[in-house]
Nanobody, 121 residues
Framework: QVQLVESGGGLVQAGGSLRLSCAASGSIFSINAMGWYRQAPGKQRELVATITSGGRAIYADSVQGRSTISRDNAQNTVYLRMNSLKPEDTAVYCC???????????????WGKGTLVTVSS
């Protein structure tokens, strides 16, 4: 059984910063890509940023330049640092990881339950 658990959300004032964490646990052999997605009220889920096991990152245009995704492979954890937060960043942020479980042949995508980020104006 593999689980992803996010933390670090909360209420932040516009212009502020926060760091989200997502830790994977369970019967894990290896983790490929890890990423963050968000879903604002009344909107579709959208990609925020992803990072490969080698550290290559991709960002959505909306967060490019004010966000940094990183990971600690030894801890099976991915982070998202966001600066200069805007009210439009308000959303539930979920992490996703492509994980090869121990004793399995194929990687699968796993999702966390999400953490709410609210940016006040």
């Amino acid at each position: 059984q593999v689980q992803l658990v996010e933390s670090g959300g909360g209420l932040v004032q516009a212009g502020g910063s926060l760091r989200l964490s997502c830790a994977a646990s369970g019967s894990i052999f290896s983790i490929n890509a890890m990423g963050w997605y968000r879903q604002a009220p009344g909107k579709q889920r959208e990609l925020v940023a992803t990072i490969t096991s080698g550290g290559r990152a991709i960002y959505a245009d909306s967060v490019q330049g004010r966000s940094t995704i990183s990971r600690d492979n030894a801890q099976n954890t991915v982070y998202l640092r966001m600066n200069s937060l805007k009210p439009e960043d308000t959303a539930v942020y979920c992490c996703k990881a492509t994980i090869l479980g121990a004793g399995t042949q194929y990687g699968m995508g796993y999702w966390g339950k999400g953490t709410l980020v609210t940016v006040s104006s």
